[in-house]
């Protein structure tokens, strides 16, 4: 068995809305492998956004606990929070959210400014050769396609060398030839031993992951 990168149990997040509670997700256990690719499927509004968030130490859970990479989470400040997050974990979502005054080489810099390292010139220019970037290093995201700006956004998440890539619908935004090469970029930086959790609408896109779990009304149905 390969060892575990993140675990949760009795996983739940609640939300207010009104004078209902909304189960956006109740008691889930999950366990993702190091070096594992794992898809998240289901309805919009099941709840993958959520889960996500939480595997991510983006929001906290109602209740239960996430371990990663061995370490309890569940009693962190958010200060280190920050810390764990920023050193383990890429995210990279729907919308690109990239700054739109900062070059294509100087967003993917960013998260080493938030973490206060030195910037190696050489690794940049090796991601931005990794994703086909390199023409396109002093041009600003307005100028880019839809790919080349998710293609940025992948690499502002590699920075930091995370141990795991969590993506939140990344080809929602995009047709299907490109997303078709975001999933192959997936697929490549798996082999390289990265792991990754991606939520997805799209099927056939899931299928290429080693494993698809499917939500439903904040339930995993099928794993
Ligand atoms: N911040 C929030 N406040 C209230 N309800 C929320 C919030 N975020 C999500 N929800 C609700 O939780 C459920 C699951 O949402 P979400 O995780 O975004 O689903 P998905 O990503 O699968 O579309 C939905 O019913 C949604 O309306
Ligand atoms: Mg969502």
Request: net charge positive; glycine share 10%; charged share 25%.
């Amino acid at each position: 068995m390969r060892d575990t990168i993140i675990a949760a149990r009795g996983l739940s997040k609640s939300y207010r809305r009104g004078s209902e509670n909304v189960h956006a997700l109740r008691a889930t256990d999950l366990s993702v492998g190091k070096g594992e690719f794992v898809s998240i499927v289901g309805p919009s509004g099941s709840g993958k956004s959520t889960l996500l968030h939480l595997l991510g130490l983006l929001e906290t859970p109602s209740s239960g606990r996430i371990s990663l990479q061995g370490r309890e989470t569940s009693w962190l400040k958010e200060r280190d929070l920050v810390k764990v997050r920023r050193g383990s974990i890429g995210f990279v979502f729907q919308q690109f959210l990239l700054l739109p005054t900062l070059t294509v080489e100087e967003n993917i810099e960013l998260p080493l400014l938030f973490s206060r390292k030195s910037v190696n010139k050489d690794r940049i220019a090796g991601i931005m050769e990794m994703l086909e970037l390199t023409h396109r290093a002093r041009h600003l995201p307005h100028q880019l396609s839809g790919g080349e700006m998710q293609r940025v956004s992948i690499g502002r998440a590699l920075v930091n060398e995370p141990g795991i890539i969590m993506a939140d619908e990344p080809t929602g935004n995009l047709d299907t030839a490109t997303a078709d090469k975001i999933y192959s970029l997936f697929k490549r930086l798996n082999e390289g031993g990265l792991s990754l959790i991606v939520v997805t609408h799209n099927m056939e896109l899931a299928g290429r992951a080693d494993r698809v779990i499917r939500l439903r009304d904040g339930q995993i149905i099928s794993d």
